[in-house]
Nanobody, 123 residues
Framework: QVQLVESGGGLVQAGGSLRLSCAAS????????MGWFRQAPGKEREFVAGIRANFETYYVDFAKGRFTISRDNDKLTVSLQMNSLKPEDSAIYSCAADIFGLDLLNANAYRHWGQGTQVTVSS
Protein backbone atom coordinates (compact mmCIF):
# COMPACT_ATOMS: atom_id res chain seq x y z
CA GLN A 1 0.00 0.00 0.00
CA VAL A 2 1.42 3.32 -1.07
CA GLN A 3 1.49 6.06 1.52
CA LEU A 4 2.62 9.64 1.24
CA VAL A 5 2.68 11.59 4.48
CA GLU A 6 3.40 15.30 4.55
CA SER A 7 4.74 17.23 7.50
CA GLY A 8 6.24 20.60 8.28
CA GLY A 9 3.31 22.90 7.71
CA GLY A 10 2.30 25.55 10.16
CA LEU A 11 1.82 29.24 10.80
CA VAL A 12 4.58 31.63 9.81
CA GLN A 13 4.87 35.36 9.36
CA ALA A 14 5.33 36.89 5.95
CA GLY A 15 8.97 36.73 4.95
CA GLY A 16 9.54 33.59 6.97
CA SER A 17 10.43 30.07 5.90
CA LEU A 18 9.04 26.59 6.18
CA ARG A 19 10.37 23.23 5.10
CA LEU A 20 7.79 20.67 4.07
CA SER A 21 8.62 16.99 3.92
CA CYS A 22 6.83 14.07 2.35
CA ALA A 23 7.65 10.57 3.54
CA ALA A 24 6.87 7.81 1.07
CA SER A 25 6.35 4.11 1.60
CA UNK A 26 5.09 1.18 -0.42
CA UNK A 27 6.56 2.26 -3.75
CA UNK A 28 9.86 2.15 -5.61
CA UNK A 29 10.48 5.74 -4.63
CA UNK A 30 13.62 6.34 -6.67
CA UNK A 31 11.74 5.56 -9.88
CA UNK A 32 8.97 8.06 -9.30
CA UNK A 33 8.66 11.70 -10.17
CA MET A 34 7.42 13.64 -7.17
CA GLY A 35 5.44 16.82 -7.15
CA TRP A 36 4.18 19.40 -4.71
CA PHE A 37 0.79 20.97 -5.29
CA ARG A 38 -1.22 23.43 -3.26
CA GLN A 39 -4.83 24.41 -2.92
CA ALA A 40 -6.17 27.50 -1.22
CA PRO A 41 -9.81 27.84 -0.15
CA GLY A 42 -12.03 28.59 -3.12
CA LYS A 43 -9.23 28.07 -5.60
CA GLU A 44 -8.19 25.24 -7.85
CA ARG A 45 -5.28 23.02 -6.98
CA GLU A 46 -2.08 24.26 -8.58
CA PHE A 47 1.33 22.83 -9.26
CA VAL A 48 4.20 24.23 -7.22
CA ALA A 49 7.31 22.19 -7.98
CA GLY A 50 8.34 18.78 -9.22
CA ILE A 51 11.39 16.58 -9.32
CA ARG A 52 11.92 13.69 -11.66
CA ALA A 53 13.66 10.40 -10.94
CA ASN A 54 16.78 11.80 -12.57
CA PHE A 55 16.64 14.76 -10.15
CA GLU A 56 15.56 17.21 -12.83
CA THR A 57 13.47 19.90 -11.19
CA TYR A 58 10.73 22.18 -12.40
CA TYR A 59 9.07 25.16 -10.73
CA VAL A 60 6.05 27.23 -11.45
CA ASP A 61 6.83 30.92 -11.83
CA PHE A 62 5.70 31.99 -8.36
CA ALA A 63 8.00 29.41 -6.79
CA LYS A 64 11.14 30.21 -8.72
CA GLY A 65 13.80 31.77 -6.57
CA ARG A 66 11.84 31.20 -3.35
CA PHE A 67 11.11 27.47 -3.20
CA THR A 68 13.47 24.54 -3.60
CA ILE A 69 12.41 20.94 -4.11
CA SER A 70 14.75 18.10 -3.26
CA ARG A 71 14.61 14.36 -2.77
CA ASP A 72 16.47 11.82 -0.70
CA ASN A 73 16.10 8.38 -2.21
CA ASP A 74 17.76 6.74 0.78
CA LYS A 75 15.23 8.26 3.19
CA LEU A 76 12.33 8.03 0.73
CA THR A 77 11.49 11.66 1.20
CA VAL A 78 10.85 14.68 -0.94
CA SER A 79 11.12 18.12 0.58
CA LEU A 80 10.04 21.62 -0.30
CA GLN A 81 12.03 24.45 1.23
CA MET A 82 9.96 27.62 1.11
CA ASN A 83 11.56 30.99 1.76
CA SER A 84 10.27 34.56 1.62
CA LEU A 85 6.76 33.34 2.20
CA LYS A 86 3.82 35.57 1.36
CA PRO A 87 0.23 35.53 2.62
CA GLU A 88 -0.84 34.34 -0.84
CA ASP A 89 1.23 31.19 -0.30
CA SER A 90 -1.28 30.08 2.33
CA ALA A 91 -2.81 26.79 1.24
CA ILE A 92 -2.88 23.08 1.84
CA TYR A 93 0.29 21.63 0.32
CA SER A 94 0.23 18.06 -0.92
CA CYS A 95 2.85 15.80 -2.36
CA ALA A 96 2.16 13.35 -5.15
CA ALA A 97 3.93 10.55 -6.97
CA ASP A 98 3.96 9.79 -10.69
CA ILE A 99 5.82 6.79 -12.13
CA PHE A 100 6.23 8.38 -15.56
CA GLY A 101 7.19 11.98 -14.82
CA LEU A 102 6.21 13.10 -18.31
CA ASP A 103 3.84 15.89 -17.32
CA LEU A 104 4.86 17.25 -13.95
CA LEU A 105 2.39 20.12 -14.01
CA ASN A 106 -0.65 17.93 -14.58
CA ALA A 107 -2.25 16.76 -11.34
CA ASN A 108 -4.13 14.04 -13.22
CA ALA A 109 -0.80 12.42 -14.10
CA TYR A 110 -0.07 11.63 -10.47
CA ARG A 111 -1.40 8.37 -9.15
CA HIS A 112 -0.59 8.67 -5.47
CA TRP A 113 -1.34 11.59 -3.17
CA GLY A 114 -0.77 12.52 0.41
CA GLN A 115 -3.36 14.11 2.67
CA GLY A 116 -1.67 17.47 2.71
CA THR A 117 -0.30 19.87 5.28
CA GLN A 118 -1.62 23.33 6.03
CA VAL A 119 0.59 26.34 5.47
CA THR A 120 -0.63 29.67 6.76
CA VAL A 121 1.33 32.86 6.22
CA SER A 122 0.27 35.86 8.25
CA SER A 123 0.80 39.42 7.08
Amino acid sequence: QVQLVESGGGLVQAGGSLRLSCAASGLAFSRYAMGWFRQAPGKEREFVAGIRANFETYYVDFAKGRFTISRDNDKLTVSLQMNSLKPEDSAIYSCAADIFGLDLLNANAYRHWGQGTQVTVSS
